[in-house]
């Protein structure tokens, strides 16, 4: 059940939190794994842990906000049977403190990188018979957040992007659907509590965890089981849906 042997499976920032439980997870399964990441460093601990439990990786350094690059890229991998974007940035601030670089930077790597990988990947799938296209959007892209407004915009265009790719391939045999997490323990959020609240770290953190209904934060394991039904043929009647993943955040908090 949920087998990925001998697929191609592409995913985008898989070198730590969320996109490298993915990685993980999809070889384990079986997958042959290409991430996609500005640098081999930043994917090297997510290819170790693949290739020690007898999986395959690869590496592919590439800026998803780079078009010609992403193309290229995804020429030499061919056959793609399964997209994962889920390389993204994050930004605190009202439209007021959001910058005009801070929006393009979003923009760029958020929405742009989302929209190169699927312009790359598509005809390979079509060449193929089909595949599978998971977007990692947002809860941002379904409720109002709180001085995220760069970034809730961005995962507003992801939505977006995931219902047209959805209705424009499903004569093509590709189905195309969205992850919305709450706020998952990943390094960034490690890295933000010790950046903003290293007096009271514990005391934020709890903060945090306490914002989701459920009473905690989320894993990347969590967001990655999730991901794997929905790229496994047995959700092969599922697509243009998004998936909250979020501890009761949007439903019990409204």
Request: proline share 3%; charged share 20%.
């Amino acid at each position: 059940m949920f087998s990925l042997k001998d697929k191609v499976a592409v995913i985008t920032g898989g070198g730590s939190g969320i996109g490298q439980a993915i990685a993980v997870l999809f070889a384990k399964q079986g997958a042959r794994v290409h991430i996609l990441d500005l640098s081999a460093e930043s994917g090297a601990e997510t290819k170790k842990q693949i290739e020690n439990a007898g999986g395959q990786c690869t590496i592919q350094t590439c800026n998803v906000a780079d078009q010609k690059a992403v193309l290229s890229v995804f020429e030499k991998i061919g056959r793609t049977d399964i997209l994962v974007n889920n390389a993204g940035i994050a930004h605190v601030g009202t439209v007021e403190s959001t910058s005009e670089d801070d929006f393009d930077r979003i923009m760029n790597v958020n929405v742009k990188g989302v929209y190169n990988c699927l312009k790359a990947s598509i005809p390979h799938m079509k060449t193929h018979g089909g595949g599978v296209i998971l977007n990692m959007s947002s809860i941002g892209a379904l409720v109002g957040l709180s001085d995220r407004f760069a970034y809730s915009m961005s995962k507003g265009a992801v939505s977006a992007m995931t219902l047209s790719t959805a209705k424009d391939y499903i004569k093509d045999n590709i189905r195309c659907n969205s992850i919305s997490p709450a706020r998952v323990y990943t390094p960034f959020v490690e890295g933000f509590l010790n950046k903003n609240y290293p007096d009271n770290k514990a005391e934020m953190y709890d903060k945090l965890a306490k914002s989701q209904p459920i009473g905690r934060m989320g894993t990347p394991e969590e967001v990655a089981h999730l991901a794997l039904y929905l790229c496994s043929d047995e959700a092969g009647f599922i697509t243009g849906c998004d998936y909250p993943i979020d501890g009761g955040f949007v439903k019990l908090n409204t």
